[in-house]
């Protein structure tokens, strides 16, 4: 079947089933355009809470389909290729958090929505890209935190707050490979236009750019700038959103190389298969649903 085939197969799908497709700003132009929603984990969690549709097809990794699936008790959460995991969530295991925590028992816990249902279970609160500063704000300044996985996400935090964080070492592979190099050759090939980053790139990119934010906050950032050409320093999918929302404006991705290919393992063919078997289901056992609802429910009353 061709692309034009597919997407017309998964629209009937859909309706046959009342299922509501929701997409990542990381995943391919053509499965963004088949989805109902675009958007970040937190954002599209909020709405596979709010929607009627009993079925939901998570186009993202496993852990935002989890967080779907937590929000959303009694729905059913489809993703289109199970394997579709983070590699960063996957860099702490529930036991090794047991561990920090036991060694630091009066700290509070900090987690990235980037991690697992039972990491997220053994924490005090989550956050996001979008919120992780005002999250850590909302914790008293003299207390210990513990933040997790990303080492990256969370030095910038300290360094936004001047505040302590006792980091874990995790990181995202993709961000990781974009270089502060890289940002002086995009610099010198386009002069001019504005460098926005992701807070998951190194700390010594983050020094380089012109504007730091999550993937909304840069959508949002770039269609209201005035500047008409920027370079963007976070996983190449979200070039597509950043075009439909800023029709005439230039965007440079830093790096072709910055292409998460977890995101990339979901396509149009696999979303016709997941809506056909309704499978592969992301289920959460429910007593760690439970659990993770707690530290997911603090973080939305911040934000
Ligand atoms: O939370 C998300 O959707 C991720 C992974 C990135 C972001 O900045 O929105
Ligand atoms: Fe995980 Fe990075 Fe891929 Fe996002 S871009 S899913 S953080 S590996």
């Known amino acids: 079947m061709s692309g034009t085939d597919l997407a017309a197969r998964v629209a009937e799908l859909k309706r046959r089933r009342h299922a509501v497709i929701l997409a990542h700003s990381y995943q391919s132009p053509e499965v963004q355009d088949a989805a109902d ?26 852990f935002m389909a989890e967080t779907a699936a937590i929000l959303s008790p009694g729905k059913t959460v489809l993703i289109p290729d199970a394997n579709a995991g983070c590699p960063m969530a996957n860099m ?36 996001t890209s979008a919120n992780a500063v005002e999250v850590v704000a909302s914790l008293p300044a003299g207390r210990r935190t513990l933040f997790l996985p990303d080492r990256n996400l969370g030095a910038y935090v300290a360094s936004r707050l001047g505040r302590e964080l006792e980091l874990w070492d995790g990181f995202c592979p993709t961000h990781e490979r974009m270089l502060p ?9 386009h ?12 700390p010594a990119l983050l020094a380089k ?11 949002e950032f770039c269609r209201t700038n005035p500047a008409r050409e920027f370079i963007i320093a976070s996983e190449i999918g979200i070039l597509h959103p950043l075009g439909k929302n800023s029709p005439g404006k230039l965007f440079h991705p830093l790096t ?43 973080m939305l009353e911040i934000r």
């Open 191 to 202: 002069p001019g236009a504005i460098l926005a980053a992701h807070p998951e790139c190194r």
């Open 37 to 62: 929603y675009v958007g970040d984990s937190l954002g599209l969690s909020r709405l596979a809470a709010k929607t009627d549709a009993e079925i939901i097809l998570f186009c993202g990794v496993h």
């Open 92 to 127: 702490v295991a529930p036991r090794q958090l047991g561990e920090w925590r036991a060694k630091n028992p009066d700290a509070a816990v900090v987690t990235y929505v980037n991690s697992s249902a039972a990491v997220k279970a053994l924490s005090d609160i989550c956050c």
């Open 181 to 189: 190099e890289m940002a002086d050759a995009a610099r010198a090939r």
């Open 209 to 219: 750019a012109d504007f730091v934010a999550s993937t909304t906050g840069i959508v």
């Open 256 to 298: 072709s190389v910055a292409d998460c290919p977890n995101m990339k393992l979901n396509s149009l063919e696999k979303m016709v298969w997941a809506l056909e078997d309704l499978a592969p289901v992301v289920a959460v056992p429910p007593d760690i649903a439970q659990k993770a609802l707690a530290p997911i429910t603090r």
